[in-house]
Nanobody, 115 residues
Framework: QVQLVESGGGLVQPGGSLRLSCVAS????????IGWYRQSPGKEREWVAL???????YYADSVKGRFTISGENAKNTVFLQMSSLKPDDSAVYYC?????????WGQGTQVTVSS
């Protein structure tokens, strides 16, 4: 099972940007479907974006046009570039690697959007 470690979260003002990283213990970019999810207090975890092993990308309507998911195979890393951040984007962000129904989660990284 692949191990995932997220980083890059923090406190940012509304309208600002952050780039999250999800580093894997093995080669995930060309083999797995990688998703970013988020969860805020009192809410269920929601899907944000995903990238397939062939590089196709998909986004939730709430982040489309503001977030970009990408992968760097050589670094076993998937990124989530977040721009035009809003207070509603505040949450713990998790990455997920899925292959053939086998799923791995990272520990999450906190994103807080506040003035």
């Amino acid at each position: 099972q692949v191990q995932l470690v997220e980083s890059g979260g923090g406190l940012v003002q509304p309208g600002g940007s952050l780039r999250l990283s999800c580093v894997a213990s093995g080669n995930i970019v060309s083999r797995y479907t990688i998703g970013w999810y988020r969860q805020s207090p009192g809410k269920e975890r929601e899907w944000v974006a995903l990238i397939t092993n062939t590089g196709n990308t998909y986004y939730a309507d709430s982040v489309k046009g503001r977030f970009t998911i990408s992968g760097e195979n050589a670094k076993n890393t998937v990124f989530l570039q977040m721009s035009s951040l809003k207070p509603d984007d505040s949450a713990v962000y998790y990455c997920n690697a899925n292959i053939g129904g086998n799923s791995s989660w990272g520990q999450g990284t906190q994103v807080t959007v506040s003035s």
